[in-house]
C-alpha cells in the first residue's frame, strides 16, 4: 500500500529541487465530518487519518470507516508547516491554512453556487501534487514552487497519480482550492482542466475557491469563498 500512485519517483531529482526540501509525499487525509441540513452546514473536526491508496482503491491508516459519501477539497502541494524538524510529513493545513480552513470552512462554502444535498459527508483533504514542491523554503519561493508543481505535474506522472486519486476516492462534491486563482495558466486552472478532463462537470461535480491561506486577512474574512 502506499500514500500515491507514483512509483520509484525521487523528488530531490528535479531541476528545481531546493534541498532543504523533503523528499517524502504527504498523504491525503481524512479530517472530520459536514452535515448538511436543510441548506445549514455543520463542520466537526474528528482528528486526521490518513490514506493509502492500492489498486483504485483505499483505505485509512486507522482501520475506520466513515460515512459512505466523500467531500474532497484540493489544494496544490504540501508547505513547510506540514512536516517536522525531521523533515517526515505530520498533517495538511497546518499553521494559518489551517486555522482558516477549519474556522471558515462552512462560511465560504454557504457562499457557492453548489449546493450540498443533505446528508451526512466525510471531508477528504488532498493536494493534487503530494510533495513538498515549495521545499520548505521561508519565505516561500512561488516561482521555484511552481516551476517543481508543474514538472511533477506535467513530465513525472503527477496529473495520472491525481487522476488515480479521485476515481479512488469518488466524491460526491470537489472544492478545487489551489492557489493561482487569478492566473488562467495558474496552478488553480491546471486543476480545473484536469477534474474535466477527468469527466467531473464543474458546477454540478466540481467548484474551485479561494486558498484557505487568504481566507482572513487581519480579520477581514471577505476574501473566504468558494465559487
Not at 529541487?17 to 481524512?30: A, L
Not at 485509512?60 to 489544494?75: D, E, Q
Not at 497546518?94 to 465560504?108: I, R, S, V
Not at 519565505?139 to 495520472?160: A, T
Request: net charge positive; aromatic share 14%; charged share 25%.
Amino acid at each position: 500500500m502506499s500514500v500515491n500512485y507514483m512509483e520509484n519517483f525521487d523528488f530531490s531529482k528535479l531541476e528545481n529541487y531546493n534541498e532543504n526540501g523533503s523528499i517524502k509525499p504527504s498523504p491525503d487525509q481524512y479530517v472530520g465530518e459536514l452535515k448538511a441540513v436543510d441548506g445549514k452546514l455543520f463542520f466537526i473536526f474528528k482528528g486526521r487519518d490518513s490514506i493509502d491508496y492500492t489498486d483504485e482503491n483505499y483505505s485509512f491508516i486507522s482501520g475506520n470507516t466513515y460515512h459512505g459519501k466523500n467531500i474532497l477539497v484540493i489544494l496544490e502541494s504540501p508547505h513547510r508547516f506540514e512536516y517536522d524538524e525531521k523533515k517526515r510529513p505530520v498533517g495538511l493545513v497546518m499553521g494559518k491554512t489551517g486555522q482558516n480552513f477549519f474556522d471558515l470552512f462552512t462560511t465560504a462554502l454557504s457562499k457557492s453556487q453548489l449546493k450540498l444535498r443533505d446528508g451526512y459527508y466525510n471531508v477528504i483533504l488532498a493536494n493534487a501534487v503530494q510533495y513538498q514542491t515549495s521545499c520548505g523554503l521561508n519565505p516561500i519561493d512561488r516561482k521555484l514552487r511552481d516551476k517543481n508543481w508543474i514538472d511533477i505535474y506535467e513530465n513525472h506522472g503527477g496529473e495520472l497519480d491525481f487522476k488515480k486519486r479521485i476515481y479512488s476516492i469518488k466524491p460526491r462534491y470537489t472544492f478545487n482550492l489551489c492557489t493561482g486563482g487569478r492566473n488562467p495558466l495558474g496552478l488553480r486552472a491546471k486543476v480545473n482542466n484536469s477534474l474535466i478532463k477527468f469527466k467531473l462537470i464543474k458546477g454540478k461535480h466540481f467548484t474551485d475557491g479561494n486558498h484557505p491561506a487568504s481566507w482572513n486577512i487581519h480579520g477581514d474574512t471577505r476574501n473566504a469563498i468558494i465559487y
